[in-house]
């Protein structure tokens, strides 16, 4: 049995691990769900996907503290979750794969299940790594992180710690490798094997990635010691939230009007900091289309500015002029896959690398989110009377168009569950 575990306090977490639910289910594959709920736990309940919850199931309140802590955002001293609930969580995990026979778990960013997998004898699927994934770091191609907080320091140095560290320091591997050894399983020996499984997904295609798919497959640990032995790393093409969602008719109504329209989608930023973006890119002469998800925004509305909840961005997409967005891999996707071009403000590392990435093709810019104000004005202005930042977008979404990531997610998953090998795939690029 195949059982997928989302962290639901993560949008982009829930919709990719549904896109892989679908793609299994069109092969003959039930899989089971499994997660700690939390703030978006409600997607799979309105597509009326079942799923267990395992363990204490999680408050829209704690998602919040966790995202707080989370790699790239919190205090690298500690590991997003608490000793007590890490141990909770995976006394639970296992129980349930047991229980359940389950041979193959499939997670985005459910962490704990890399010590309970180990425990139960399963094999660990990952996604959640994106493109931040050892060939980029082996060949420098991570950009200086943006964040206030590294500042400080000059800019070709803050890109060589950027790539030079991942596997070398256990920032927030403490929790873990204490519960590690209490337990008697191997422990986590690094940041950059904290993020992956046995098996890990990167959901990009390499025209953006910047490397092959043939090197990304032929990747090995090789002995170095900021890796778990096995480890394997296959390209499958995007992976982005097709939420089976109408688009409202008061959304479609505005998107319909005259004019340049842009689309705000902040998802995972402080809620006053979403605010700050709005106001500011409502200066120009444009119209707002606001994703409010878990923030409460809806006094900021007005002629020009609409703030919605939930969107089916994938809807919303191709109507606007341009995206706004922290730079998740999701969101970005979603964007490429509508030909929109994306300004990032990037709130952790990994969503550097996904706008750099994209800025390095011309579909994107990133702007620091201290910037916001002035410079954000010029560049947006800059970005809407530009038809290369279009023409750019356009192209990755004709490679995004040739790739089908899901059902190449799909095979990838099924060709690890059926083998029992620890490298079943062999030497092939992207699959399918």
């Excluded at 710690?161 to 986590?188: I, Q, T």
């Excluded at 990435?357 to 560049?379: D, F, M, N, Y």
């Excluded at 970005?383 to 990531?405: I, K, N």
């Amino acid at each position: 049995m195949i059982c997928l575990m989302p962290h639901c306090g993560f949008l982009s977490a829930t919709s990719r691990m549904l896109e892989i639910y679908r793609a299994l289910r069109q092969r003959g594959v039930t899989a089971r769900i499994a997660t700690h709920g939390g703030t978006y736990e409600h997607v799979l309940r309105d597509v009326g996907v079942p799923y267990d919850i395992v363990g204490e199931r999680m408050t829209p309140q704690r998602c919040e503290r966790f995202i707080r802590d989370e790699i790239g955002m919190g205090y690298v001293g500690q590991s997003m979750y608490t000793d007590r609930e890490m141990r909770d969580y995976v006394t639970a995990e296992t129980e349930y794969f047991r229980q359940h026979d389950i041979r193959t778990v499939v997670t985005g960013f459910t962490l704990t299940t890399l010590l309970s997998t180990r425990l139960a004898g399963a094999r660990l699927v990952t996604e959640h790594a994106g493109s931040w994934v050892p060939p980029l770091f082996e060949r420098g191609m991570l950009p200086a992180p943006s964040q206030a907080h590294f500042g400080l320091l000059p800019s070709p140095l803050l890109r060589w710690l950027s790539n030079s560290l991942p596997s070398r320091v256990g920032f927030y591997c403490g929790g873990f490798n204490r519960l590690a050894a209490d337990l008697g399983v191997p422990r986590v020996p690094s940041l950059a094997a904290l993020v992956l499984g046995d098996l890990a997904l990167i959901p990009e295609v390499p025209e953006v990635l910047g490397v092959s798919a043939t090197e990304v497959a032929d990747w090995r640990p090789d002995g170095r010691s900021g890796y778990r032995a096995g480890t394997r790393l296959r390209c499958v093409g995007p992976l982005y939230a097709r939420l089976d969602l109408p688009l409202p008719e008061r959304v479609a109504r505005f998107l319909a009007e005259p004019g340049p329209v842009v689309y705000v989608a902040v998802n995972s930023a402080e809620v006053g900091f979403v605010r700050r973006v709005v106001t500011t890119i409502a200066t120009l002469p444009v119209r707002v289309l606001v994703a409010g998800t878990h923030h409460d925004l809806h006094d900021m509305a007005g002629d020009r500015v609409m703030v919605g909840g939930v969107l089916p961005s994938h809807l919303i997409m191709p109507e606007v002029d341009l995206a706004i967005t922290a730079g998740g891999q999701g969101s970005v996707q979603t964007a490429m896959a509508g030909g929109t071009p994306v300004l990032g403000f990037p709130l952790q590392p990994e969503q550097d690398l996904n706008l750099a990435l994209l800025e390095r093709i011309g579909a994107a810019r990133l702007l620091a989110p201290r910037h916001v104000g002035a410079r954000l004005v010029t560049l947006a202005a800059e970005m809407l009377a530009d038809r290369s930042y279009r023409e750019a977008a356009e192209r990755v979404q004709r490679w995004y168009a040739a790739t089908d990531g899901p059902a190449n997610a799909a095979e990838a998953i099924l060709a690890l569950h059926d083998s029992g090998e620890a490298d079943p795939i062999g030497p092939a690029g992207v699959l399918g």
